[in-house]
C-alpha cells in the first residue's frame, strides 16, 4: 500500500509541475511581440491641416477600461476585483464617458486603457464605441497590452486582455507609429504586463510643419520606478533626437508619475504617499518643454476600495508635456468624481506660433 500511495504523490506532484510550466511555455509561444517601431493605420481620415494662432485643444483621458468606475477596487492596488461589476457596468461607464467627450468637443483625443477585446471587460470593443459615436473624428489604435491570460489573482484571474491608446482627430492624420518603450517588465512577468509603447499621430500645419502628438502610458507598479525611470530616458532621447526638428510637439497622457509640486507642501499627503506613486523625473525638467498640468483637480485617485470623497488618496499624473512654440492658453482638469474612471480628463487648449 504504501508504494502505489509513493508513486500517487510522485505523479501528482509532476503533474502539479508540468501545468504551469506547460502554460508558461504556451503563453510564451504565442504572446505577440513587437518591432520597435511599427506603422499604425489611420481609420477613417478626415480632411485639412492647422492654422497658425488658431486656438485648438486636445484631450487626455484613461478611461480604465470602462471597469475602473467610483465603486470599484483593483486588486494590484491591494483591493479585490480583477474585472468590471457586469458587462451593462462596462457599458454604462464608457457611454458616461462618451457623453462627457461629446460635450467637451475637443479637436483631438488622447486616450489610455482602451479595451478592444478583454475578459475584465467583458469583451466591450471600446475603440468601436468611439468610432460610432465620433464619425467625424479620424483615428488610431496601438496595442499596450496583449495578454493571452492574466492569471492573477488566483480565485478570480484577470484573463485574456487586448487593450492600447486611442488617438483622435478632427483634422488629417497623415501617419501613425507604434513605439516601443524601453523600460518593460523581464520574462515571464512580461506575459502577463502590459507592453509599455507610444502612439505617435501626425497632421500638417500651415506653414509646412507637422504637429506631432504622442499618446503614452508609462508603468505604474514597478517597485522604486525603476521602469518608469528607463521609459522617461527613452522619452528624454526621443524629444532630443526625434522632436527638435522644428515641429510642434505635444506629449500627453497618464504619466504615473506625480506632477506639480502643490501637494508636496500638504503634510497629510506626504503621510499617505502610496508605494504605485514616484516623483516626476528630473530629466523631464530639463528638457526646454513646458508643463500644462492643472493642480487644482485631482487626476487618479487610489483604487484599493471603492471611491469616498475626502478620505481616498486622490493625486495629479495626468498631464502634457508641449514643446516651445506651442503656446499654452489654458489647462482645465475636469472633476468628474471619479464617476466612470479611476481617472479625471485633462484638456489643454493651445495655439501653434511662428518662433
Do not use: C
Not at 30 to 40: F, W
Amino acid at each position: 500500500m504504501k508504494r502505489p500511495l509513493f508513486k500517487i504523490l510522485i505523479g501528482g506532484l509532476g503533474i502539479a509541475i508540468m501545468i504551469p510550466v506547460i502554460f508558461i511555455g504556451y503563453v510564451s509561444w504565442k504572446n505577440p511581440t513587437h518591432q520597435d517601431i511599427e506603422e499604425i493605420g489611420i481609420d477613417n481620415n478626415q480632411t485639412g491641416e492647422l492654422l497658425l494662432n488658431e486656438e485648438y485643444s486636445v484631450l487626455i483621458f484613461n478611461i480604465g477600461y470602462g471597469g475602473l468606475d467610483k465603486d470599484q477596487d483593483f486588486f494590484m492596488d491591494g483591493g479585490a476585483s480583477s474585472r468590471a461589476e457586469s458587462k451593462a457596468k462596462v457599458l454604462e461607464n464608457v457611454e458616461g464617458m462618451l457623453d462627457f467627450l461629446s460635450r467637451e468637443n475637443p479637436d483631438f483625443m488622447l486616450l489610455q486603457e482602451v479595451d478592444i477585446r478583454s475578459a475584465r471587460s467583458y469583451d466591450v470593443n471600446q475603440y468601436e464605441m468611439l468610432q460610432t459615436r465620433f464619425q467625424h473624428y479620424a483615428s488610431a489604435f496601438s496595442y499596450n497590452y496583449q495578454a493571452i491570460w492574466v492569471p492573477v489573482p488566483i480565485v478570480n484571474p484577470m484573463g485574456y486582455a487586448r487593450s492600447g491608446l486611442a488617438t483622435l482627430s478632427k483634422h488629417s492624420m497623415h501617419s501613425g507609429l507604434r513605439r516601443e518603450l524601453t523600460g518593460q517588465e523581464s520574462w515571464p512577468v512580461i506575459l502577463a504586463d502590459l507592453d509599455r509603447s507610444l502612439l505617435e499621430t501626425r497632421i500638417s500645419v500651415a506653414n509646412g510643419r507637422e504637429l506631432i502628438l504622442v499618446n503614452l502610458h508609462l508603468s505604474a507598479y514597478d517597485e522604486g520606478g525603476i521602469l518608469r525611470e528607463q521609459q522617461v530616458s527613452h522619452l528624454v532621447s526621443l524629444i532630443e533626437e526625434v522632436y527638435r526638428q522644428n515641429d510642434y510637439v505635444i506629449l500627453g497622457g497618464d504619466w504615473n508619475q506625480l506632477l506639480g509640486t502643490s501637494q508636496l507642501e500638504d503634510d497629510d499627503f506626504m503621510e499617505e504617499w502610496p508605494e504605485w506613486l514616484v516623483p516626476i523625473a528630473d530629466s523631464l525638467e530639463n528638457t526646454g518643454y513646458q508643463w500644462g498640468v492643472d493642480e487644482s483637480v485631482m487626476t487618479v485617485r487610489d483604487i484599493e476600495a471603492p471611491y469616498k470623497p475626502g478620505k481616498t488618496f486622490e493625486t495629479v499624473i495626468d498631464g502634457f508635456l508641449v514643446s516651445p512654440n506651442i503656446k499654452i492658453i489654458e489647462v482645465i482638469g475636469h472633476d468628474l468624481g471619479f464617476e466612470y474612471s479611476d481617472h479625471n480628463p485633462v484638456t489643454l487648449r493651445f495655439q501653434l506660433i511662428e518662433d
